[in-house]
């Protein structure tokens, strides 16, 4: 089986999380302190070098379930990836980085430490949601 990678897009940092080769479990996660073109060719990188079959992204909705700016701005970001050939699936994020903010919390980081982090934590939560679905949705023969 390929990985799967998630993505929590965002203007300055974007969380990256891969799964494990199993498609059970999220595994590395890391942060991307680059934007534009660069992040595009990042993204492309990482998922050929870890056999990614699948890119989850995150889609920012308002809790009403609406969009807005950043799940337009999400959803140009997607169509740049997907014109490179990538198969993309959104996925919706509400609440993911709220609960990186929580875990951190618990784990008492504080300022530049939860900055670095808190982006790989929300891409992380976006691919354990996505993998459960999809490991919940297979039936047993």
């Given at each position: ?34 934007q ?8 492309v ?9 699948t ?87």
């Amino acid at each position: 089986m390929n990985r799967i990678m998630a993505i929590d897009y965002g203007d300055k940092r974007t969380g990256v999380a891969l799964s494990d080769l199993t498609g059970t479990l999220a595994g590395q996660s890391q942060t991307l302190d680059v934007q534009g073109k660069s992040l595009i060719a990042a993204i492309v990188k990482l998922a050929e070098d870890n056999q990614v079959e699948t890119i989850v992204v995150g889609l920012p909705r308002n809790m009403d379930g609406s969009h807005g700016f950043r799940a337009e701005a999400t959803k140009e970001f997607t169509d740049k990836l997907c014109a490179r050939g990538l198969n993309i699936v959104l996925r919706d994020e509400r609440l993911t980085t709220v609960s990186a903010h929580n875990i951190l919390n618990k784990q008492n980081k504080r300022g530049e430490k939860r900055k670095a982090v808190v982006d790989a934590i929300a891409a992380s939560l976006i691919l354990q949601d996505y993998l459960d679905f999809l490991n919940n949705s297979i039936t047993p023969m």
